[in-house]
T-cell receptor, first 115, second 118 residues
Framework: AQKITQTQPGMFVQEKEAVTLDCTYDTSDQSYGLFWYKQPSSGEMIFLIYQGSYDEQNATEGRYSLNFQKARKSANLVISASQLGDSAMYFCAMTLPQAGTALIFGKGTTLSVSS | GAVVSQHPSWVICKSGTSVKIECRSLDFQATTMFWYRQFPKQSLMLMATSNEGSKATYEQGVEKDKFLINHASLTLSTLTVTSAHPEDSSFYIC??????????????FGPGTRLTVT
């Protein structure tokens, strides 16, 4: 079974600073996908970034980058140049490539960005 | 990207009544849809996996007779909360996965349904 662990219930950062949100995972499968989602107070799930287990390079999407350390089973999200609009809940998630496999989520981290 | 809709977006019902929530994939076929429940400031917990034309697979601890799931077509899955009670009040989110089997970019979420049972 897959498991996602996010150990930071809340993080605080000032505008324009970078912040790292931690995520570790556990699986015995060799092929898997790791995701980060942002959930603002409206409740919608916003896809941020994806990392495949066989991807050799860390994924980047604009201000988001994923620090993938396979041996440590960690997939930390780095947000550079934080903005007030980044304040939200962030979830790390994992799934397997087999059809019909759901995303399994971590407990989430609430990020608060201040001016 | 692909779009998943949910209806209603919010609903208030009285204790003891049943509520149906619809999840539709608008521009792609979803052989599999997933239903999640989320309590305030908590994570999304997978309730069940819904496969078109077959019975849903429920996660441990989820009452299948209380949360009825029907996936009658490749674009529609419904979740019916039967005999709702205040403890069923929650945010229900569906997601759909395309049928290509690729992991990347094939997970689409609906906007969620906020259920309040009085």
């Amino acid at each position: 079974a897959q498991k996602i662990t996010q150990t930071q219930p809340g993080m605080f950062v000032q505008e324009k600073e970078a912040v790292t949100l931690d995520c570790t995972y556990d699986t015995s499968d060799q092929s898997y996908g790791l995701f980060w989602y942002k959930q603002p107070s409206s409740g919608e799930m916003i896809f941020l970034i994806y990392q495949g287990s066989y991807d050799e390079q860390n994924a980047t999407e604009g201000r988001y980058s994923l620090n993938f350390q396979k041996a440590r089973k960690s997939a930390n999200l780095v947000i550079s140049a934080s903005q007030l609009g980044d304040s939200a809940m962030y979830f790390c998630a994992m799934t397997l490539p087999q059809a019909g496999t759901a995303l399994i989520f971590g407990k989430g981290t609430t990020l608060s960005v201040s001016s | 990207g692909a779009v998943v809709s949910q209806h209603p977006s919010w609903v208030i019902c009285k204790s003891g009544t049943s509520v149906k929530i619809e999840c539709r994939s608008l521009d792609f076929q979803a052989t599999t849809m997933f239903w999640y429940r989320q309590f305030p400031k908590q994570s999304l917990m997978l309730m069940a996996t819904s496969n078109e034309g077959s019975k849903a697979t429920y996660e441990q601890g989820v009452e299948k007779d209380k949360f009825l799931i029907n996936h009658a077509s490749l674009t529609l899955s419904t979740l019916t909360v039967t005999s709702a009670h205040p403890e069923d009040s929650s945010f229900y989110i569906c997601s759909a996965r395309g049928s290509s089997g690729r992991v990347r970019g094939e997970q689409y979420f609906g906007p969620g349904t906020r259920l309040t049972v009085t």
